[in-house]
């Protein structure tokens, strides 16, 4: 069964809604894009100080 809205729904409701959705900002979005940044950053640092450093003999 296909769900639809009734027709007795006041659609400046749902704009005020949707209004209030994207006035908030991409919030989530951000807050991924940070994360997988951060998980690179770690990664990199991980990969210099155990695989590359021993391996030029520094000490």
Sequence with gaps: ???TESPDR???VHDAKVDHIVASGPRGAIVVAGI???C???MWLLFYLF???PRTGFP
């Design 40 to 42: 690179v950053v770690a």
């Design 10 to 12: 006041d659609p400046d």
């Design 51 to 53: 695989v590359f450093l």
């Design 36 to 38: 997988a940044t951060a």
């Design 1 to 3: 069964m296909i769900n």
